[in-house]
T-cell receptor, first 111, second 112 residues
């Protein structure tokens, strides 16, 4: 089974508003990462949060991690049209060398 | 600095043909991964490697083989292509699965 399942799958928002997406996973992890993919391109790393961290910020991004619920959220504040992309969470399972991705969220920011 | 380079970028194969996808990285990374991306399925791990000369199976390894003879290269082979292998293939590399991974631009493969 796949690690990481984002919810919701598709999200649209107005420019300037916040956009939030969630990710759940099934096993213990070392870390959780978020990536962005623009249409037709490779994935780009956004932010990594370790299992002993609860919240992390990077620019307009805020990530939270709740290991008791095995879930994470990614918040994009003051969204821009350029944030339109697919967003994926990925987990580094504990005791495992894999990097496992979820199905992804499609985010559309309307100008 | 090239990062992760995949060749080819596009390919059309006939059912039963074979081919090899090449991934090259110039960051001295130990870990390398091959994923396939299909609509609605996210990225699924095919095979991965944690160092030169090592390989391991991921979620969907059937129909694929890999080799990591040199640290900088990770090859993905399809011995007898099937239409179900039509997909976009991504290679990634990293120092480990505890830090960020860097992705190539992808190979769009169509099997007819």
């Amino acid at each position: 089974s796949q690690q990481g399942e984002e919810d919701p799958q598709a999200l649209s928002t107005q420019e300037g508003e916040n956009a939030t997406m969630n990710c759940s996973y099934k096993t213990s992890i070392n870390n959780l990462q978020w990536y962005r993919q623009n249409s037709g391109r490779g994935l780009v790393h956004l932010i990594l949060i370790r299992s002993n961290e609860r919240e992390k910020h990077s620019g307009r991004l805020r990530v939270t991690l709740d290991t008791s619920k095995k879930s994470s959220s990614l918040l994009i504040t003051a969204s821009r049209a350029a944030d339109t992309a697919s967003y994926f969470c990925a987990t580094g399972p504990y005791g495992n060398n894999r990097l496992a991705f979820g199905k992804g969220n499609q985010v559309v920011v309307i100008p | 600095n090239a990062g992760v380079t995949q060749t080819p970028k596009f390919r059309v194969l006939k059912t039963g043909q074979s081919m090899t996808l090449l991934c090259a990285q110039d960051m001295n990374h130990e870990y390398m991964y091959w994923y396939r991306q299909d609509p609605g399925m996210g990225l699924r791990l095919i095979h991965y490697s944690v160092g030169e000369g090592t390989t391991a199976k991921g979620e969907v390894p059937d129909g694929y083989n890999v080799s990591r003879l040199k640290k900088q290269n990770f090859l993905l082979g399809l011995e007898s292509a099937a239409p179900s292998q039509t997909s976009v293939y991504f290679c990634a590399s990293s120092y480990s699965n505890r830090v960020e991974a860097f992705f190539g631009q992808g190979t769009r493969l169509t099997v007819v």
